[in-house]
């Protein structure tokens, strides 16, 4: 999973091509940590999409411009559009999220 630290990094990614899924957490939220365990098995069981795991803390103006008030939250992009989002407080599941991307077109 990339974790961009600049502001440059994240940009580049969305002057891409390809799908790529923003996905915003914090190391104190625990919704956040029950993730962690098996964001490598997100990555293996999507592997037409590039995960970019963002610090929302880290980066505020932008989560705050996309409209992230709850994490964890996912936002997609293809070719430097927004093609989906599961933004909200809630804890997310492995099954929640991949079923979530399998219903992107």
Not at 26 to 50: G, I, K, R, S
Not at 62 to 84: H, M, R, T, Y
Request: charged content about 25%.
């Amino acid at each position: 999973m990339l974790k961009p630290e600049t502001y440059e990094e994240l940009a580049a990614y969305l002057e891409q091509d390809g799908r790529f899924v923003f996905l915003f957490t914090a190391d104190w939220c625990p919704d956040c940590q029950f993730l962690y365990p098996f964001l490598d098995e997100l990555e293996a069981d999507n592997p037409h999409v590039t995960f970019i795991q963002v610090d929302r803390d880290a980066f505020m103006p932008l989560a705050q411009k996309w409209d992230i008030f709850g994490i964890p939250s996912l936002i997609v992009v293809e070719n430097g559009q927004e093609i989906g989002r599961l933004v909200n407080k809630l804890r997310k599941t492995k099954q929640e999220i991949n079923s979530f991307l399998a219903g992107l077109h």
